[in-house]
Structure formats: structure tokens, C-alpha cells
């Protein structure tokens, strides 16, 4: 089992960064990645990142503005969102899993929210 406890989010500016952290304890899964699911919308996968080489994906839409990474040394994953936009308001949720073809998730984190102010 592991525990992962996301901060970092709030109400933020159109045009501003954001950096995301989510910590875990208990057992080490092998990749670890960001959801995000905003209000009336389905949970979209956000990005992924593999813990010991800490090799990264991206979704299409993520491409760019968005920057996963970890600190293996206080097990953490961090999710860097640049350029904010009122559409990336959303709760974002850390997860643990594995990955494939996909990103499979095991555990989850209970969500942090952003708020995007026009």
C-alpha cells in the first residue's frame, strides 16, 4: 500500500505556473503519474513518469505546458504547469500504477484543486 498526498494547488492568474507535489509513502510503485478531472468531465490522464529511470509522458494535450518530474532522495513527483489556462481548471490527482501500452493506476492521491481565473 502506499500514500499519496497532493498539495500545491489553488486559485491562480491566467498566464501563471503552477507546481504540483505529490508525496508518497509506504511502498514504491514503479511509475507514478497525474489525472486531472475538471467539473462534468470524465478523469483525463495528464502525464506519467517512471521512478528509477524517471523517463516521462505526456499526453497530446499535455505536450508543452506541462512538466512532470521526481526527487527519488524525499519521494516525491511533481506536475509544473506553465502558462495556465482557465480550461486547466481542474482537480488533479496523483497516482501510482504501472505502465505499459497505458499508464495503469493502483492507488490514488485525493486531489488538489486548481482554480484558473480569467
Known amino acids: 500500500q502506499v500514500q499519496l498526498v497532493e498539495s500545491g494547488g489553488g486559485l491562480v492568474q491566467a498566464g501563471g505556473s503552477l507546481r504540483l507535489s505529490c508525496a508518497a509513502s509506504?511502498?514504491?510503485?514503479?511509475?507514478y503519474a497525474w489525472f486531472r478531472q475538471a467539473p462534468g468531465k470524465e478523469r483525463e490522464f495528464v502525464g506519467a513518469?517512471?521512478?528509477?529511470?524517471?523517463?516521462?509522458y505526456y499526453s497530446d494535450s499535455s505536450k508543452g505546458r506541462f512538466t512532470i518530474s521526481r526527487n527519488n532522495a524525499n519521494n516525491t513527483v511533481y506536475l509544473v504547469i506553465n502558462s495556465l489556462k482557465p480550461e486547466d481548471t481542474a482537480v488533479y490527482y496523483c497516482?501510482?500504477?504501472?505502465?505499459?501500452?497505458?499508464?495503469?493506476?493502483?492507488?490514488w492521491g485525493q486531489g488538489t484543486q486548481v482554480t484558473v481565473s480569467s
Open positions: 509506504g511502498r514504491t510503485f514503479g511509475s
Open positions: 497516482a501510482a500504477g504501472t505502465i505499459a501500452t497505458t499508464f495503469r493506476p493502483q492507488q
Open positions: 513518469i517512471t521512478w528509477s529511470a524517471g523517463r516521462t
